[in-house]
């Protein structure tokens, strides 16, 4: 029987930290307790500003422990995208904030044991060889280095793959969990709302000279429209036995594409995703492939994970809006959190301490968002604000869809989900239905 928990999870006691229960301040405040929050913290904290990081339930819950958790520069296809929209020069800066973070990780994991290697990475088709093509062509332009290849480890007939050399993967708990322990972080405290420099939670306001929003999906919706800017998507993952041993990580860009990397005795394969609230692949789909490409293999864990998604495949990371100058916000991680969570954290960190940051254009929340998935979004919105049923969303009152895999009630909107009782799952959502 496997073990409906991820395989990071499993192994790992995590420090527990108060709640806040009476009124504080500070210079800068942090709210939400995974990647991207600690990181922020962390690298604020070194730099001797003083911080503080509320969370709303536990720490390194969500997104960062249900990760497959590869650290890489190579996200899917964007380069292609990043030329075509933006040029080649942006291609590079983006190239180059994320090999840096990759360094960062690099440095924290001779400090901090969590597992880190150093591995290829690829992004391969199966079915549709002339995108990989255009994405060779993109790097080309914009001088990234890169291998072409049609051979890889993988038991599947490749047209066509991206490597990436010195890469790396790492367990992301075994790192998180030791360098939150100097952090000055309170635990169940839930930031109800932001009136200019005050956060009000349950039972306190703070005052904060800088307030950084790393909630997953930004909470605050009377600024910087995130309920149009951001989607999400749900993905799943299996742990198996007695699958193969990888030497390097693997992401397929074709529709129903495919996540391989190695941990320890286990080979993690994800994929099944779909926009939430849609129908989608979800673990049986992995599990079929998992029967017909390693038929010895058995299941030890299952889990999925919720994912934001951008416009235009790239984070925001920077100012909330451009109307709130002490307001931050890190989010649209595009499925690439481990990497972006670290690329964020520094460009939080030097708008605040420096007041600039090199990426602060390529990565600013209020960059041009005219695009087609702007266009999805709206029409999802409209469609299931008027479509009549008694199950509500209590973010912005879209219609759910019952998701029978995992027994929760699910937005199509913005991704808000609830269990079966209409607790809060997940995010934007901030109250039960
Ligand atoms: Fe926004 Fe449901 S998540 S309306």
Redesign the pocket.
């Known amino acids: 029987m496997s073990k409906h928990i991820s395989v990071w999870n499993d192994e790992i006691n995590i420090k527990q930290f108060p709640s806040l229960d009476t009124d504080a301040k500070t210079d800068v405040l942090i709210i939400g307790g995974g990647i991207a929050g600690i990181l922020t913290a962390y690298e604020l904290s070194q730099r001797g500003v003083e911080c503080t990081l509320i969370e709303k339930n536990r720490i390194l819950q969500g997104v960062t422990c249900n990760t497959t958790a590869k650290i890489t520069s190579q996200h899917g296809l964007i380069y292609n995208k990043i030329v075509s929209s933006k040029g080649a020069e942006a291609a590079k800066l983006y190239y180059k904030a994320n090999q840096e973070a990759i360094e960062k990780y690099r440095a924290l994991a001779q400090e901090i044991d969590c597992d880190f290697e150093i591995k290829d990475n690829y992004v391969y088709t199966t079915d549709f060889e002339a995108k990989i093509h255009k994405e060779a062509e993109a790097l080309n332009k914009s001088g990234i280095p890169f291998d072409f290849t049609d051979k890889t480890e993988l038991p599947i007939k490749v047209l066509g793959a991206i490597k990436f050399s010195n890469q790396a993967q790492f367990n992301p708990l075994k790192l998180l969990a030791p360098l939150s322990e100097s952090l000055n972080i309170y635990e169940n405290t839930f930031a109800l709302n932001v009136k200019n420099n005050s956060i009000i939670t349950e039972k306190a306001t703070i005052k904060a000279k800088k307030i950084v929003v790393a909630t997953h999906f930004p909470f605050i919706n009377r600024h910087g429209n995130y ?1 149009m800017k951001l989607y999400q998507d749900r993905s799943y993952v299996i742990a198996l036995k007695n699958a193969q041993k990888l030497n390097g990580m693997y992401i397929n860009e074709d529709e129903k594409g495919l996540s391989f990397r190695g941990y320890n005795d286990y080979l993690l394969l994800g994929g099944g995703s779909h926009r939430t609230g849609k129908s989608g692949g979800g673990w049986s789909e992995l599990r079929e492939t998992a029967k017909r490409i390693y038929p010895e293999s058995s299941e030890e864990f299952y889990w999925a994970t919720q994912d934001c998604m951008s416009l235009d495949g790239i984070m925001y990371s920077g100012n909330y809006s451009a109307m709130t100058p002490d307001l931050y916000v890190s989010s649209g991680f595009n499925k690439w959190g481990m990497t972006s969570s670290m690329v964020s954290a520094g460009i939080i960190a030097d708008l605040i301490t420096d007041g600039k940051s090199e990426y602060q254009e390529l990565f600013s929340p209020s960059r041009n968002m005219i695009t087609p998935q702007l266009a999805v979004n709206s029409v999802e ?1 409209i469609v ?2 008027l479509t009549p049923t008694t199950k509500r ?6 219609a ?1 869809k019952w998701n029978k895999a995992e027994h929760s009630w699910d ?1 199509p ?4 989900r609830f269990d079966e009782s209409g607790e809060v799952l997940n995010n ?2 901030q109250k039960d239905i």
């Open positions: 309920s919105s299931n604000l969303c209590s973010h912005l009152g879209c759910l937005c909107c913005h991704g808000s934007p959502a």
